[in-house]
């Protein structure tokens, strides 16, 4: 019994450290109340590559500073990307030539020059804790 | 809505592909001197030796309203201002940009009123410029200038300087920069409105947002605005606005173009010529304009698009040619097409504006003369040099698409630094009439201005600096006697710096 309980405490000890922490983005300037913001989180460059995220998250938008949070994740590499969907059509609006005209933006504040953000800048840690990042909306 | 659906999916995920990598760029630079430094230095020695390139310095000063002083009479039926536009912020702290064409805008404006003239210069309050304003340096880089730990640039339009050309739009003035969008500005005091969205109160909403449209669009005598913007892929933006600048038709010409530059088109009254010069932009040279080269195989091509409809109908091959600017087309009732074109035979101009900003002397340089083309029906192509060293092209406003028989321009006679003469050819009759300004001057742009809206009546106005009083002028001739010199002479008490294009809007 002794010997069960402890198998039972060391494994949601095992889980609680592996599975509980939460990456965090803090999204600044936002422009407007208008529409949502739509965030995907990748695991690792393979899958953002491949365009296959973990999870995603929506928000009401809120004007100013609002905050995404992605839990129950463990240990490793991610990065997060959104954007505001202004016209509630869960699509990146662009112009003719497929340049975003809807705000958007990276984890890690990333940003592209002259195209899309880097895997490289936008990744992040978590290592046994919590984690928080910022980005500000590239309109 | 299907068809721009389908232009969409067709170049949709270019973003992610544009202009060129630059993940090592940074870490390069870390290690690199600062050319732009280096830059400033270089014209800050030449210009102790050579008092011409005062035109080419720039400035970081605005221009209040100041009354100029007139000699001759000022025609009392020229009743509006003058707007010009161009490139005048070169320098920030001890950095200076490499190309001429890199500058901040500002807009100066000559203002005719009560019989006399007025003057007052702005320069467009663009988002980058408002940023290395409040930052008192630059942010980012340029086309070919690289500033050391520059931001990054989301869109062409963190780095729009507005500096090209200035057209009136609907009470409002636009200031063009030929990779973003159109910025407005008030009439009345030179203060930057707003980004135009180029297809508000459209349709198209936000489609259009951030489109890169030329700095010469052909407004026709129904007020249509007619345009192109060239995008990174080589494929061209086609647009028609309504006089009230509202976008009526828009599409996208696919093309295999990848010169990196398209600075100017024309129209007749039946099609829009799109000409693609024979340049080639090298992907292994650093910098945009640097690197871009004249291919001496390669025709220009000329795309011959219907309005009606904005299609493709035919295409032109013409021997290898380089031109920024055209001045104008027009159709017979047989389909044969005329236009001319400031034709060189190489791309040489493009980087003497990279020596310029140096201050260095050029040591041979390219003219471009005015040739004259006409496309037959039978696909056939003729061309005729009709002029010597002329740039600038401009002809009467109501003859845009159509037949006509003037053409004004700017060259050089005495020297070989910037412009000096103005010309007035007559291309009818073959006659040329010009006014050389000298060596003294460094002259701009001219444009006719004609109170009764017909060709070969009215004036020719354009701005000169004289290098030795440090002054500039604004010049005013007879179109029918040029020859003779202005009729009219009005000085600033200072200069300002060489600008662009500009246009008259007239007093209603």
């Known amino acids: 019994m002794k010997i069960k309980l402890t198998i039972a405490t060391a494994l949601l000890t095992l889980t609680s450290s592996v599975f509980s922490h939460s990456l965090q983005l803090e999204i600044r300037e936002v422009k407007s109340n208008q529409g949502k913001i739509l965030a995907q989180l990748f695991n690792g460059e393979s899958n953002y590559q491949t365009n296959n995220p973990m999870m995603a998250q929506q928000t009401m938008a809120k004007e100013g500073t609002l905050i995404v949070t992605f839990s129950n994740l463990e240990n490793g590499e991610y990065a997060i990307r959104y954007f505001h969907d202004e016209n509630n059509d869960n699509q990146l609006a662009t112009n003719l030539i497929g340049i975003p005209t809807e705000g958007y933006g990276y984890s890690n504040n990333a940003k592209g020059n002259f195209g899309p953000a880097k895997y490289q800048d936008m990744k992040v840690s978590i290592v046994d804790s919590d984690v928080t990042t910022h980005s500000t909306v590239i309109y | 809505m299907e068809r721009r659906q389908a232009l969409k999916s067709l170049v949709v995920g270019a973003a992610t592909t544009m202009l060129p990598a630059t993940e090592s760029l940074a870490a390069f630079l870390q290690q690199e001197t600062d050319s732009l430094a280096e830059n400033k230095v270089l014209f800050d020695k030449a210009l102790l030796n050579n008092p011409n390139l005062i035109g080419f310095q720039g400035t970081h000063q605005e221009f209040s309203k100041t009354r100029l002083t007139i000699e001759g009479t000022i025609p009392k039926n020229i009743k509006g201002s003058f707007y010009r536009n161009g490139a005048a912020l070169f320098e920030r702290g001890q950095q200076r940009y490499q190309h001429l064409f890199e500058g901040d805008g500002m807009i100066q404006d000559f203002h005719f009123e009560n019989g006399e003239i007025y003057h007052q210069g702005k320069f467009v309050k ?383």
């Open chain 2, 126 to 508: 663009t988002r980058k410029y408002q940023q290395e304003q409040q930052a008192g340096k630059f942010l980012y880089s340029g086309p070919d200038s690289k500033v050391i730990n520059g931001l990054p640039v989301s869109t062409p339009e963190a780095i729009n300087t507005a500096n090209t050309n200035i057209i009136p739009v609907n009470g409002e003035l636009w200031a063009l920069w030929e990779a973003g969008s159109p910025v407005s500005i008030s009439k009345k005091d030179l203060s930057t409105l707003e980004y135009v969205n180029l297809g508000r109160n459209s349709d198209y909403g936000n489609t259009l947002k951030g489109m890169a449209f030329s700095a010469h669009p052909k407004i026709e005598a129904n007020g249509d605005i007619w345009n192109f913007g060239l995008s990174h892929t080589g494929h061209i933006v086609l647009y028609q606005l309504n006089a009230n600048g509202v976008t009526r038709n828009v599409n996208l010409i696919k093309t295999s173009y990848r010169g990196g530059m398209l600075h100017d088109f024309l129209i007749t009254h039946k099609h829009i010529l799109l000409i693609l010069p024979s340049l080639e932009k090298n992907n292994t040279t650093s910098g945009f304009f640097n690197a871009i080269e004249f291919n001496d195989q390669l025709p220009m091509q000329v795309l011959v698009v219907d309005k009606a409809t904005l299609a493709l109908k035919k295409r032109f091959d013409l021997p290898p040619g380089f031109a920024f600017h055209y001045g104008n087309a027009w159709e017979e009732s047989d389909g044969s097409i005329h236009f001319d074109a400031s034709l060189y035979s190489s791309v040489d101009v493009l980087h003497h504006m990279n020596t310029l900003m140096k201050g260095l002397n050029p040591t041979s340089l390219s003219t471009a003369k005015t040739t004259l083309f006409t496309l037959k029906p039978n696909g056939t192509v003729q061309h005729d040099y009709i002029g010597e060293n002329s740039e600038f092209p401009r002809i009467n406003n109501e003859k845009v698409g159509l037949r006509n028989h003037e053409l004004y321009t700017i060259g050089s006679t005495e020297t070989m630094l910037w412009n000096d003469t103005v010309s007035n050819y007559h291309i009818s009759n073959g006659k040329i009439q010009q006014y050389v300004y000298g060596k003294d001057f460094l002259v701009e742009e001219h444009i006719a201005v004609s109170p009764t809206n017909k060709e070969g009546e009215g004036y020719l106005i354009g701005t000169a600096l004289h290098v030795p009083s440090k002054r500039t002028c604004l010049n005013i001739f007879d179109v029918k006697a040029l020859s003779n010199g202005p009729v009219c002479r009005a000085w600033l008490p200072y200069h300002i710096p060489l600008g662009f294009h500009g246009n008259f809007v007239a007093t209603t």
